[in-house]
């Protein structure tokens, strides 16, 4: 079955320091794995997503994930901080059957002036 | 409108109470999903319809009743709550649900107080 890890509920950076946050995943098939960000009082938006092909992916916001499968991997990481980052992070990975995602429990990113 | 709407925004009700809860996706898709997200826990998916059929049910108690009557529009229907089920209501679309690399696009969520 599949699942999804993220290690940290809560990361703080500085303002222009580099962003990671972990994401491990579970998968008994090739996975296909999303990152989503939610600010306060929003629903869920895209960042980025892994499909098939290159497994460094860019996405919305100058944000990055890198999919490593020896590593079952799916960090997501940011050069520089800028305030506006400060939001929930989810990592996401799609079910066997194609009909939903299952999402990890959420990092919380605090970046401070 | 655009995207994914939710109303209402905010929502209080007692046990024993009726309410819905409405979703509505302004972008042509064909699948639309309810996911609960609760305080420090993962977002849980509750149903999920395909072209106004359902195609999952997470185990879900039947106070939980969802309807999906084009599709565009999607509810969840309310009754004899208890307070364990206050928690943010997402709803969310996709262009297929048979197509797992299909984004999701979410609404706002509706708010519920269970009191």
């Known amino acids: ?113 | 409108e655009t995207g994914v709407t939710q109303t209402p925004r905010h929502l209080v009700m007692g046990m024993t109470n009726k309410k819905s809860l409405k979703c509505e996706q302004h972008l042509g898709h064909n699948a639309m999903y309810w996911y609960k997200q609760s305080a420090k826990k993962p977002l849980e998916l509750m149903f999920v319809y395909s072209l106004e059929e359902r195609v999952e049910n997470n185990s879900v108690p039947s106070r939980f009743s969802p309807e999906c009557p084009n599709s565009s529009h999607l509810f969840l229907h309310l009754h004899t709550l208890q307070p364990e089920d206050s928690a943010l209501y997402l709803c969310a679309s996709s262009q297929d649900s048979g197509l797992s690399y299909n984004e999701q696009f979410f609404g706002p969520g509706t708010r519920l107080t269970v009191l």
């Open chain 1, 1 to 113: 079955a599949q699942s999804v890890t993220q290690l940290g509920s809560h990361v703080s950076v500085s303002e222009g320091a580099l962003v990671l946050l972990r994401c491990n995943y579970s998968s008994s098939v090739p996975p296909y794995l999303f990152w989503y960000v939610q600010y306060p009082n929003q629903g869920l938006q895209l960042l980025l997503k892994y499909t098939t092909g290159a497994t460094l992916v860019k996405g919305i916001n100058g944000f990055e994930a890198e999919f490593k499968k020896s590593e079952t991997s799916f960090h997501l990481t940011k050069p520089s901080a800028h305030m506006s980052d400060a939001a929930e992070y989810f990592c996401a990975v799609s079910n066997q059957a194609g009909t939903a995602l299952i999402f990890g429990k959420g990092t919380t990113l605090s970046v401070s002036s």
